[in-house]
């Protein structure tokens, strides 16, 4: 199983643009890269799922290299609301390891 | 459409009982997974059910175990509770098996006193 590795926190300010990196070296041909968010006490939110280049919804963009053994979700202009728990995912047709996740804290 | 729904949201039960936890997924939706949250070990991966069968399960004792009913909702059973068994479980559904996207439900916030 390929595991993930991120910063453990982080903190930014409201407007700005938030870049969070995930680590997976040791990631398959087959295998997607997920990013969830979870509030307190609240299952985790789909945000963003990739594979290759670039991927961007109304939420977030991800980008993932050519190397793709390392991915970085983008948060456009972050608010208050967005403080939360980050989890970058390696998804194969296999068991779905959450890493520790990033602890991500806006500030006004 | 209704989202994933679990029953029950709270739990409280003695150590040495056995509970039974309910997931209800979206409709549609074939796969079902369950996880354990604690603030020690974070989100953990239990196992997965797809059409009735399991297809993957986590590194938990035997005392967890689960199955999938034929309208895709899903129960998870824990035997001989243990104190450290008190956590968030959450249940997520998803369209297929695997890497698609999961949509998660509240949770069951299961107390072992």
């Known amino acids: 199983l390929a595991k993930t590795t991120q910063p453990i926190s982080m903190d930014s300010y409201e407007g700005q643009e938030v870049n969070i990196t995930c680590s997976h070296n040791n990631i398959a041909t087959n295998d997607y890269i997920t990013w969830y968010q979870q509030f307190p006490s609240q299952g985790p939110r789909f945000i963003i799922q990739g594979y290759k280049t670039k991927v961007t919804n109304e939420v977030a963009s991800l980008f993932i290299p050519a190397d793709r053994k390392s991915s970085t979700l983008s948060l456009p202009r972050v608010s208050l609301s967005d403080t939360a728990v980050y989890y970058c995912?390696?998804?194969?047709?296999?068991?779905?390891?959450f890493g520790k996740g990033t602890r991500l804290h806006i500030l006004p | 459409k209704a989202g994933v729904t679990q029953t029950p949201r709270y739990l409280i039960k003695t150590r040495g009982q056995q509970v039974t936890l309910s997931c209800s997924p979206i409709?549609?939706?074939?796969?079902v997974s369950w996880y354990q949250q604690t603030p020690g070990q974070g989100l953990q991966f239990l196992f997965e059910y797809f059409s009735e069968t399991q297809r993957n399960k986590g590194n938990f004792p035997g005392r967890f175990s689960g199955r999938q009913f034929s309208n895709s909702r899903s129960e998870m059973n824990v035997s001989t509770l243990e104190l450290g068994d008190s956590a968030l479980y959450l249940c997520?559904?998803?369209?297929?098996?695997?890497?698609?996207?999961?949509?998660f439900g509240p949770g069951t916030r299961l107390t072992v006193t």
């Open positions: 409709s549609g939706h074939r796969s």
């Open positions: 997520a559904s998803s369209v297929g098996a695997g890497a698609y996207e999961q949509y």
């Open positions: 995912l390696v998804d194969r047709d296999d068991k779905i390891i």
